[in-house]
Protein backbone atom coordinates (compact mmCIF):
# COMPACT_ATOMS: atom_id res chain seq x y z
CA UNK A 1 0.00 0.00 0.00
CA UNK A 2 2.09 3.16 -1.38
CA UNK A 3 -0.32 5.53 0.25
CA UNK A 4 0.75 9.16 -0.34
CA UNK A 5 4.59 9.12 -2.53
CA UNK A 6 6.66 12.50 -2.30
CA UNK A 7 9.48 13.49 -4.22
CA UNK A 8 11.89 14.15 -3.89
CA UNK A 9 12.94 12.85 -0.55
CA UNK A 10 15.76 15.82 -0.48
CA UNK A 11 16.48 18.63 -1.97
CA UNK A 12 19.55 21.37 -1.69
CA UNK A 13 18.57 24.34 -3.94
CA UNK A 14 20.35 27.87 -4.32
CA UNK A 15 18.37 31.27 -4.00
CA UNK A 16 16.57 31.95 -7.43
CA UNK A 17 16.25 28.27 -8.71
CA UNK A 18 12.71 26.95 -9.30
CA UNK A 19 11.78 23.88 -8.35
CA UNK A 20 8.10 20.96 -8.14
CA UNK A 21 7.44 19.10 -5.51
CA UNK A 22 5.75 16.19 -6.69
CA UNK A 23 2.84 14.11 -4.55
CA UNK A 24 0.51 11.37 -5.44
CA UNK A 25 -2.24 9.33 -3.57
CA UNK A 26 -3.59 5.80 -4.37
CA UNK A 27 -7.05 6.04 -2.10
CA UNK A 28 -8.81 7.60 -4.49
CA UNK A 29 -9.24 10.67 -1.98
CA UNK A 30 -11.17 14.13 -2.96
CA UNK A 31 -9.02 16.77 -0.97
CA UNK A 32 -5.12 17.05 -1.21
CA UNK A 33 -3.25 19.30 1.06
CA UNK A 34 0.22 20.58 1.15
CA UNK A 35 1.97 21.97 4.52
CA UNK A 36 4.91 23.30 5.81
CA UNK A 37 6.73 21.97 8.97
CA UNK A 38 8.83 24.49 11.04
CA UNK A 39 10.62 23.75 14.19
CA UNK A 40 8.34 25.27 16.91
CA UNK A 41 5.78 25.82 14.48
CA UNK A 42 3.99 23.06 14.23
CA UNK A 43 2.45 22.80 10.94
CA UNK A 44 1.59 25.40 8.43
CA UNK A 45 -1.20 25.02 5.40
CA UNK A 46 -0.36 26.22 2.31
CA UNK A 47 -2.92 25.17 0.00
CA UNK A 48 -4.93 22.44 -0.81
CA UNK A 49 -7.39 21.65 -3.35
CA UNK A 50 -10.61 20.06 -1.98
CA UNK A 51 -11.46 18.31 -4.71
CA UNK A 52 -9.92 17.93 -8.59
CA UNK A 53 -10.19 21.50 -10.61
CA UNK A 54 -9.85 23.91 -7.39
CA UNK A 55 -7.41 25.05 -5.62
CA UNK A 56 -7.28 27.62 -2.46
CA UNK A 57 -4.65 29.51 -0.55
CA UNK A 58 -3.63 28.48 2.81
CA UNK A 59 -2.45 30.54 5.61
CA UNK A 60 1.62 30.80 3.86
CA UNK A 61 1.08 30.86 -0.03
CA UNK A 62 3.02 33.20 -0.74
CA UNK A 63 6.24 31.93 -2.67
CA UNK A 64 4.43 29.37 -4.25
CA UNK A 65 1.74 28.14 -6.76
CA UNK A 66 0.23 24.49 -7.20
CA UNK A 67 -1.37 22.66 -9.72
CA UNK A 68 -3.94 19.68 -8.88
CA UNK A 69 -3.17 17.77 -11.93
CA UNK A 70 -5.59 15.11 -11.72
CA UNK A 71 -7.79 13.38 -9.05
CA UNK A 72 -4.23 11.82 -8.17
CA UNK A 73 -1.64 14.57 -8.21
CA UNK A 74 -0.99 17.40 -6.61
CA UNK A 75 2.22 19.20 -7.21
CA UNK A 76 3.87 22.36 -5.66
CA UNK A 77 6.28 24.67 -7.09
CA UNK A 78 8.63 27.25 -6.08
CA UNK A 79 9.49 29.95 -8.65
CA UNK A 80 12.05 31.46 -7.28
CA UNK A 81 13.54 29.63 -4.03
CA UNK A 82 14.25 31.77 -0.66
CA UNK A 83 16.52 30.67 2.45
CA UNK A 84 13.21 31.35 4.23
CA UNK A 85 11.67 28.22 2.61
CA UNK A 86 14.45 25.96 4.27
CA UNK A 87 11.89 23.57 5.60
CA UNK A 88 10.09 19.99 5.40
CA UNK A 89 7.50 20.04 2.85
CA UNK A 90 4.74 17.79 3.50
CA UNK A 91 1.84 16.50 1.14
CA UNK A 92 -1.57 15.09 3.03
CA UNK A 93 -4.88 13.50 1.04
CA UNK A 94 -8.55 13.13 2.66
CA UNK A 95 -12.29 12.18 2.25
CA UNK A 96 -14.65 14.62 3.17
CA UNK A 97 -16.38 14.52 6.20
CA UNK A 98 -14.79 13.05 9.65
CA UNK A 99 -11.89 11.19 7.78
CA UNK A 100 -8.12 12.00 8.89
CA UNK A 101 -5.37 12.75 6.77
CA UNK A 102 -2.81 10.39 5.18
CA UNK A 103 0.26 12.08 5.04
CA UNK A 104 3.91 11.63 2.75
CA UNK A 105 7.29 11.20 4.65
CA UNK A 106 8.32 14.68 3.08
CA UNK A 107 10.80 16.79 1.40
CA UNK A 108 13.29 18.18 3.26
CA UNK A 109 14.17 21.45 1.32
CA UNK A 110 17.27 23.60 2.13
CA UNK A 111 17.78 26.87 0.35
CA UNK A 112 21.24 28.51 0.41
CA UNK B 1 -11.31 31.13 13.72
CA UNK B 2 -9.81 27.83 14.55
CA UNK B 3 -6.74 27.28 16.84
CA UNK B 4 -5.81 24.63 18.70
CA UNK B 5 -3.21 24.61 21.83
CA UNK B 6 -1.19 22.33 23.07
CA UNK B 7 0.83 21.98 26.24
CA UNK B 8 4.30 22.72 25.82
CA UNK B 9 7.19 20.58 25.65
CA UNK B 10 9.49 18.53 25.11
CA UNK B 11 8.44 15.96 27.53
CA UNK B 12 10.70 13.44 29.28
CA UNK B 13 9.51 10.43 30.97
CA UNK B 14 10.83 7.03 32.56
CA UNK B 15 9.52 3.45 31.06
CA UNK B 16 5.99 2.71 32.46
CA UNK B 17 5.60 6.21 33.25
CA UNK B 18 1.91 7.72 33.14
CA UNK B 19 1.79 10.07 30.31
CA UNK B 20 -0.86 13.07 29.62
CA UNK B 21 -0.65 15.79 26.70
CA UNK B 22 -3.08 18.69 27.28
CA UNK B 23 -4.81 20.16 24.10
CA UNK B 24 -7.44 22.84 24.01
CA UNK B 25 -9.24 24.26 20.87
CA UNK B 26 -11.08 26.70 20.11
CA UNK B 27 -13.76 25.86 16.96
CA UNK B 28 -17.08 27.47 15.72
CA UNK B 29 -19.80 24.41 15.54
CA UNK B 30 -18.89 20.69 15.71
CA UNK B 31 -15.22 19.65 14.69
CA UNK B 32 -13.76 16.40 14.38
CA UNK B 33 -10.94 16.15 16.97
CA UNK B 34 -7.50 14.12 16.44
CA UNK B 35 -4.00 12.90 17.53
CA UNK B 36 -1.38 12.02 15.03
CA UNK B 37 1.80 10.96 16.01
CA UNK B 38 5.10 11.66 14.03
CA UNK B 39 7.99 9.23 14.45
CA UNK B 40 11.57 10.90 13.66
CA UNK B 41 12.18 11.28 9.26
CA UNK B 42 8.57 9.88 8.47
CA UNK B 43 5.23 12.09 8.38
CA UNK B 44 2.39 12.17 10.23
CA UNK B 45 0.11 9.16 11.14
CA UNK B 46 -3.26 9.04 12.83
CA UNK B 47 -2.98 7.86 16.63
CA UNK B 48 -6.93 8.34 17.58
CA UNK B 49 -9.44 10.19 16.63
CA UNK B 50 -13.40 11.37 18.35
CA UNK B 51 -16.09 12.61 16.08
CA UNK B 52 -18.49 14.31 18.81
CA UNK B 53 -18.72 15.32 22.32
CA UNK B 54 -17.96 12.47 24.97
CA UNK B 55 -16.55 10.09 22.44
CA UNK B 56 -13.24 8.32 23.22
CA UNK B 57 -10.35 7.64 20.71
CA UNK B 58 -8.09 5.23 21.54
CA UNK B 59 -5.70 3.05 19.70
CA UNK B 60 -2.37 1.05 20.99
CA UNK B 61 -3.12 2.00 24.56
CA UNK B 62 -3.54 5.72 24.03
CA UNK B 63 -6.58 7.40 24.57
CA UNK B 64 -8.44 10.73 24.61
CA UNK B 65 -11.95 11.72 25.69
CA UNK B 66 -14.25 14.90 23.62
CA UNK B 67 -14.79 17.10 26.48
CA UNK B 68 -17.16 19.88 24.63
CA UNK B 69 -17.80 21.27 27.87
CA UNK B 70 -13.74 22.31 28.24
CA UNK B 71 -13.31 22.18 24.87
CA UNK B 72 -10.22 19.46 25.41
CA UNK B 73 -9.12 16.32 24.05
CA UNK B 74 -5.86 15.01 26.58
CA UNK B 75 -4.10 12.43 25.25
CA UNK B 76 -3.15 9.94 27.74
CA UNK B 77 -1.30 6.25 28.12
CA UNK B 78 -1.26 4.70 31.60
CA UNK B 79 2.52 3.29 30.99
CA UNK B 80 4.50 4.51 28.59
CA UNK B 81 7.42 2.99 26.35
CA UNK B 82 10.76 3.57 24.78
CA UNK B 83 9.06 3.17 21.49
CA UNK B 84 6.60 5.76 22.07
CA UNK B 85 9.07 8.15 22.04
CA UNK B 86 7.74 10.59 18.85
CA UNK B 87 6.04 13.98 17.96
CA UNK B 88 2.56 14.00 19.20
CA UNK B 89 -0.31 16.26 17.16
CA UNK B 90 -3.42 17.71 18.17
CA UNK B 91 -5.79 18.68 15.83
CA UNK B 92 -9.04 19.62 14.38
CA UNK B 93 -11.30 19.89 11.28
CA UNK B 94 -14.90 20.78 10.99
CA UNK B 95 -16.77 18.17 8.16
CA UNK B 96 -16.81 19.07 4.87
CA UNK B 97 -14.66 23.16 5.91
CA UNK B 98 -11.73 21.25 3.77
CA UNK B 99 -8.94 22.02 6.36
CA UNK B 100 -7.54 20.75 9.49
CA UNK B 101 -5.65 22.93 12.05
CA UNK B 102 -2.71 21.72 14.40
CA UNK B 103 -1.17 22.55 17.39
CA UNK B 104 2.29 23.08 17.72
CA UNK B 105 3.49 19.54 18.68
CA UNK B 106 4.42 17.96 21.88
CA UNK B 107 8.02 15.75 21.51
CA UNK B 108 7.85 13.37 24.21
CA UNK B 109 11.22 11.30 25.09
CA UNK B 110 10.99 7.83 27.09
CA UNK B 111 13.80 6.87 29.06
CA UNK B 112 14.58 3.01 29.93
Known amino acids: NAGVTQTPKFQVLKTGQSMTLQCAQD?????MYWYRQDPGMGLRLIYYSASEGTTDKGEVPNGYNVSRLNKREFSLRLESAAPSQTSVYFCASSDPGHSPLHFGNGTRLTVT | GNSVTQMEGPVTLSEEAFLTINCTYT??????LFWYVQYPGEGLQLLLKATKADDKGSNKGFEATYRKETTSFHLEKGSVQVSDSAVYFC???????????FGDGTTLTVKP
Open chain 2, 91 to 101: ALSRPNAGKST
Open chain 1, 27 to 31: MNHNS
Open chain 2, 27 to 32: ATGYPS
